[in-house]
Structure formats: C-alpha cells, structure tokens
C-alpha cells in the first residue's frame, strides 16, 4: 500500500522560508517521479515542482521558479521542499504525489500540509 506523509507546514512571515518534506512507503522510492502541487482556498490545486528519479532533472512552475527547490534522497524515501522569500500568495495545502510515469497524470497523493504566509 502506497503511503505518502508531507510534513514541515507552518506559519511564516512574508520572506521567510519552510521546508517541507514527503516520506514515501510502500513503493520502491527511486523508481517515482516525485512532485509537490498546492491549493489555496477557492483555487484549483496547481503544480509547484517535481523531480525524477535520479533526482537530476527537476522542473518548476514559473510562480516558484528561483525561490524554491525540490530534491529527493532515494536512500531515505523522501523528498524535499525547500521554499524561500515566501509570500503571502504561497499560502496554501501543499501535497506530495508520485507516479511511476515520466509524463503525464500523478498516481499517488499525500494528505497535505498547511503553509500559511503572513504579509
């Protein structure tokens, strides 16, 4: 049974950083593309960044691009989040995914962490 667990949500001021972090079970971790997508409250849930599964190739949505960065330990079953200069639009659930595929739909879904950005 696949199981993602997000944890490292919080509150932050505005410029400030989180990092957030997935362990996955139940899958044989290296061979998933591992991704973070988001959903703030009235708004669909959107992709924020992903990784595949050597960890040398990452892409990022253009909102996020040069203030976070996403990076796996295949050894530890986990990836990672790391988000800087937060700003209050960043706040949101944020969820981890896995798919065996390299495109296309995600398979498997975390229970999301709150990130809340204060202005």
């Known amino acids: 049974q696949v199981q993602l667990v997000e944890s490292g949500g919080g509150l932050v001021q505005a410029g400030g950083s989180l990092r957030l972090s997935c362990a996955a079970s139940?899958?044989?971790?290296?061979?998933?593309?591992m991704g973070w997508f988001r959903q703030a409250p009235g708004k669909e849930r959107e992709f924020v960044a992903a990784?595949?599964?050597?960890?040398?190739?990452?892409y990022y949505a253009d909102s996020v691009k040069g203030r976070f960065t996403i990076s796996r330990d295949n050894a530890k079953n986990t990836v990672n989040l790391q988000m800087n200069t937060l700003k209050p639009e960043d706040t949101a659930i944020y969820y981890c995914?896995?798919?065996?595929?390299?495109?296309?739909?995600?398979?498997?879904w975390g229970q999301g962490t709150q990130v809340t950005v204060s202005s």
């Open positions: 995914a896995a798919t065996p595929s390299a495109y296309g739909s995600w398979d498997y």
């Open positions: 139940g899958v044989t971790f290296s061979r998933y593309r």
């Open positions: 990784i595949f599964w050597s960890g040398g190739r990452t």
